[in-house]
């Protein structure tokens, strides 16, 4: 260990009150202040020596110090200027860190890590956890996988079955591109400030092929979030919110076997699939 252990609710406060650091709302910013979850995050990760790893949002390095510590290269992409410098402190002399300022959804991520296989590793804000993590996978980046510290009921949507109260868009998504496992719960009490809800690490280990073959992912993804658009409205309503008559939904049913009655909630991915793959383009 190079530096003291960033996880410790003293080391943080120490390091906050010497920056002058007040956490941002704007940002979604709680400090993790647990150091059994940060191990936890990095055994999710199943971290070995000199991988390469891409980190969102290292804060004030307490993750990131988890990571190096396990022999990771990582590369770590930070919004918030003013931690900057901070990283610079907390994190000296650790040799396989790159600290880029910068939006996650804004950068270049293939220039920034033109390896060929990598993993993300990431504490994310809940405000912007959907687009980030949607970003990464339509990207279709060399990703291995995905563990991220996120909101429970987020998590819970992730990998919900079809049929339950959780199973939506965000669903369907996460599980055609990955394989999503909830590692573990984390209490608000392991951050400064607490945050008002409980958290969940997750890890999704990216799929080399999607579980379902379609002929257009535009048609796809078109067709699962009109299916979810109007919770309470049967499929075949539902569907005509892309601008198809009656008849064409109807003969789409038909064709893939669906019944209209049903609602888009209780749809597999192979029935998405199936419905998409004879939709009139």
Same mark, same amino acid.
């Given at each position: ?8 609710? &003293? !080391? ?25 979850? !940060? ?5 999710? $990760?199943?971290?070995?020596? &000199? @991988? ?16 190096? @510590? %396990? ?6 992409? @930070? =919004?918030?200027?003013?931690?900057? &410098? ?5 994190? %000296? ?5 790159? =600290?880029?300022?910068? #939006? ?16 993300? !590793? ?24 995905? /563990? ?33 496992? =909830? ?16 958290? $969940? !690490?997750?890890?999704?280990? /990216? ?36 601008? $198809?008559?009656? &008849? ?10 669906? #019944? ?9 991915? #192979? ?11």
């Amino acid at each position: 260990m190079i530096q003291p252990t960033i996880a410790k609710r &003293d !080391v943080t406060m120490h390091i906050l009150q010497t920056f002058g650091i007040h956490m941002s709302k704007k940002l979604g910013q709680n400090f993790l202040v647990n150091e059994q979850i !940060v191990q936890g995050i990095v055994a999710a $990760a199943m971290v070995k020596a &000199d @991988e390469e790893v891409l980190e969102i949002g290292p804060g004030i390095g307490t993750l990131t110090q988890g990571l190096l @510590e %396990a022999g990771a290269r990582v590369t770590a992409v @930070e =919004i918030d200027r003013r931690l900057l &410098d901070v990283l610079a402190k907390t994190l %000296a002399g650790y040799e396989k860190l790159r =600290i880029i300022h910068g #939006d996650i959804l804004r950068i270049n991520i293939s220039e920034e890590m033109p390896c060929p296989k990598y993993k993300v !590793v990431a504490n994310l804000p809940y405000y912007i956890t959907t687009p980030i993590i949607m970003g990464l996978l339509e990207r279709r980046l060399p990703l291995e996988l995905l /563990v991220t510290m996120v909101q429970k009921e987020v998590a819970e949507r992730m990998v919900a079955a079809p049929g339950t109260k959780d199973y939506g868009a965000l669903s369907v998504a996460v599980q055609y591109y990955t394989k999503p496992e =909830i590692m573990f719960i984390v209490p608000p009490s392991s951050f400064m400030p607490p945050p008002a809800v409980e958290s $969940a !690490v997750i890890r999704c280990l /990216v799929r080399d092929e999607p579980p379902v073959a379609v002929s257009s992912e535009k048609v796809f993804f078109r067709m699962v979030k009109a299916a979810f658009s109007q919770r309470r409205k049967t499929l075949a309503n539902a569907l005509k919110t892309t601008g $198809a008559s009656a &008849d064409m939904v109807k003969a789409a049913l038909e064709k893939a076997g669906i #019944d209209g009655g049903r609602r888009g909630e209780t749809l597999s991915l #192979d029935e998405f699939a199936a419905i998409a793959n004879v939709w009139q383009q």
